[in-house]
């Protein structure tokens, strides 16, 4: 990678090596396990020019989200953050039902369910064809499609242009990101909105959240970069909300140029904020890598630790971000047993690289292992609800990020 992917700039500085490692969603089947898995560079850089932070682009999304293993609905918590967010949109921009609300990267209509069952026009976008079809089945109309300025204007002039176009948990997931941002804009209406979600690199680097570090996130943004991002597909950023989802994500709210007013006092506080924390200079990157390391000589610390004991140890979860945490710690069945997943999609195959099968949660009640290690630890709320039962033999729950914690469960 010599090039940034949004400034063109050759200036790259290295904030984390993560080693090499397959593809965070290529889960193996029994017929895989003794064939050879491709593993890519994870090698995180931020671009000293516009400070926006990067890995290689070497996967495309294509290769990704053709077919996909991620299905939101299965998360509680998360269908119930969708409804509240749609709940305010409704609010404040005045949607009713001559409005019409565009989702890019809809999944398997976990949102736009909240729209449809308003009775407001709307239209997922969405490129994995199996979540797309669940989204089809639920009642959402889905659009099997990646976005680039082709979409927006094909979708624009078939169905209007929209008041409100949702890019949650995508523009990370892009190498284009000025195509991308583009087909946003040709997609909402020139007085319209666009209301994107993504992860904060602020959090990500204060909680030390390296998991969240995959291939399938190609940048990782700041609000001053994000705000740079939007404008060279001509939105202009306007506000910013500070939300506590995936351990720490920005909700920001653009413009079409022409449209857009003064910056919202909020936004303007978080980029004091980031500038505080040395985001735009090199010095706030500086400790993160060795932070990294601790947390991973903790966890293998433990672990091994566990089974000189006899103590059993078991994953709840086959995240994306857990398939980082396991390759980067060296993670296999000899100290994990295995991980259980509340997506039937999942039974029955094994973590890529790792190889530590997926069972269902069912297993753990039936084998009441002494620890249970939670790697979708930005659902602890949801997931300790979840594990309540593990107290009734003793059992404790383990979080590894942003530093090891062991935790009783209480009835």
Known sequence: MTKCRLCGSSSLASVVDLGATPPCESFLTADQLDQPELTYPLHLRVCTECW????????????????????????????????????????????????????????????????????????????????GQAARDAGVPTLTAFLHPGTGAAVRAEHGPAELVVANNVYAHIPDVV????????????????????????????????????????????????????????????????????????????RPAEAAGEPSARMVDVLAREKAAGLRELSGYAEFAARVARVRGDLLRFLVDAAGRG????????????????NHCGIRPDLLAYTVDRNPYKHGRYTPGTRIPILPPERIAADKPDYVLVLPWNLREELTDQLSFVHTWGGRLVFPIPELEIVEVKP
């Not at 299965?74 to 305010?88: I, K, L, M, P, Q």
């Not at 103590?311 to 396991?326: D, F, I, M, R, S």
């Open 311 to 326: 103590e059993t140890v078991v994953g709840y979860g086959a995240p994306g971000k857990g398939n980082t945490l396991l």
């Open 179 to 254: 195509g991308f941002t583009r087909g946003l804009r040709a997609l909402v209406a020139d007085d319209g909105w666009v209301s994107i979600e993504v992860q904060h690199l602020l959090t990500l680097i204060e909680r030390n959240q390296f998991d969240t570090i995959y291939h399938e996130h190609f940048q990782y943004y700041t609000v001053a970069s994000a705000a740079r991002a939007l404008a060279s597909g001509g939105l202009s950023l306007v506000d910013v909300e500070l939300l506590p989802t995936h351990g720490g994500s920005i909700r920001l709210w653009a």
């Open 52 to 131: 926006l932070a990067q890995i290689p682009p070497l996967i495309t999304p294509e290769e990704t989200f053709t077919q996909y293993a991620y299905f939101s609905s299965y998360s509680t918590s998360w269908v119930e953050h969708a409804r509240n967010f749609v709940d305010g949109a409704v609010e404040r921009l005045g949607l009713g039902p001559d409005s019409f609300v565009v989702e890019v990267a809809s999944n398997d209509g976990y949102l736009l369910r909240h729209v449809v069952a308003r009775g407001i026009r709307c239209l997922g976008v969405e490129p994995s064809v199996n979540v």
